[in-house]
C-alpha cells in the first residue's frame, strides 16, 4: 500500500501543509503511521478521507460537525442529508443576492430614468420597486379569471348569430357586470399612487381611479396630499383594509 507524506497529502487535495496538519491537531485526520523521526506518513484510504473533509469544508460545513460525523458509524448518511441541507441553504442564498441585484438593477435603470437625480426619486423607485412582483401577480390574476368571461362573450355573440338565440348573451352582460364591480374593487383596494410633485404616495377615491386616463403603469389623478393633478405612478399599496 502506498503511503503518503503532509507534503504529497496536501498536494494531492489541493490544500496547504499546515491545513492537513491542523486536522491532525483536532483528531480528524489522523495519519496511518509515524516514522522514528516522528514524520507523518498517510495511507490512501487517509488520502479519501482528507479529500471528503475538504469537499464538507468547500460546502461550508464547520471543522466540529465534520468531526463529528467521522466518528459516526455511518457518516455517509449524515453527510448526505447534510448536503441535502446545504444545498437548499446555498439555492435560497443565491435566490437572495439575484434578488438584491435585481433590485440594484432596477434601481441603476430608474436613475438613468430620472431628469434629475434626488434623494425622493430614489424613495419613488424603492416603492415601486418593493410591490413590483406582487402587482405582477395580480395582473396576471385578472387575466386569468377574464379568459372565462372573454370565451362565455364569444360563445354568446356566435351562438346570437348562428341559432338566433339571444339570452346566452344577457347571461354573459351578467356575468361580466359583477365581475367587472369584483375585479375594480379588488383591484383598486391593492394599488396606490406616486405623486410626481410631492412624491406621496396615496390611495384616490374608486369613481376617480376608474374612470381616469391611464397607461399600464400610471394614471391621471388628483393628489389627495398636495393637489396636484396628472399622471401618478401605480404601486402595490398592501391588502385592503
Not at 143 to 159: C, D, E, N
Not at 185 to 206: A, D, Q, T
Not at 209 to 222: I, M, V
Request: aromatic share 10%; glycine share 6%.
Amino acid at each position: 500500500m502506498s503511503m503518503y507524506t503532509t507534503g504529497e497529502v496536501a498536494k494531492l487535495c489541493g490544500v496547504t501543509v499546515r491545513t492537513v496538519q491542523y486536522y491532525d491537531t483536532r483528531g480528524i485526520l489522523v495519519p496511518s503511521e509515524l516514522t522514528e523521526g516522528g514524520r507523518r506518513l498517510y495511507s490512501e484510504d487517509d488520502v479519501r478521507r482528507m479529500k471528503v473533509i475538504c469537499f464538507l469544508r468547500d460546502v461550508d460545513l464547520p471543522i466540529d460537525a465534520i468531526s463529528q460525523i467521522l466518528k459516526e458509524e455511518h457518516p455517509e448518511k449524515v453527510i448526505a442529508l447534510l448536503i441535502e441541507q446545504q444545498e437548499k441553504a446555498l439555492m435560497d442564498d443565491i435566490s437572495e443576492k439575484q434578488e438584491k441585484l435585481e433590485k440594484l438593477r432596477e434601481l441603476k435603470n430608474g436613475l438613468k430614468s430620472k431628469e434629475t437625480f434626488s434623494l425622493e426619486s430614489i424613495g419613488d423607485i424603492a416603492v415601486i420597486m418593493e410591490g413590483k412582483k406582487k402587482l405582477k401577480r395580480m395582473h396576471w390574476m385578472m387575466i386569468l379569471t377574464g379568459i372565462p368571461v372573454t370565451a362565455l362573450q364569444w360563445f354568446s355573440v356566435i351562438f346570437w348569430i348562428t341559432k338566433g338565440i339571444w339570452w346566452p348573451f344577457v347571461v354573459w352582460v351578467l356575468v361580466a357586470a359583477v365581475w367587472g364591480i369584483l375585479v375594480s374593487r379588488y383591484y383598486f383596494g391593492h394599488v396606490k399612487y406616486i405623486c410626481p410633485e410631492c412624491h406621496e404616495v396615496f390611495k384616490p377615491m374608486l369613481k376617480e381611479a376608474f374612470w381616469a386616463n391611464h397607461t399600464p403603469t400610471a394614471r391621471k389623478l388628483t393628489c389627495t396630499a398636495c393637489g396636484h393633478k396628472g399622471f401618478c405612478v401605480e404601486v402595490w399599496g398592501g391588502d385592503e383594509k
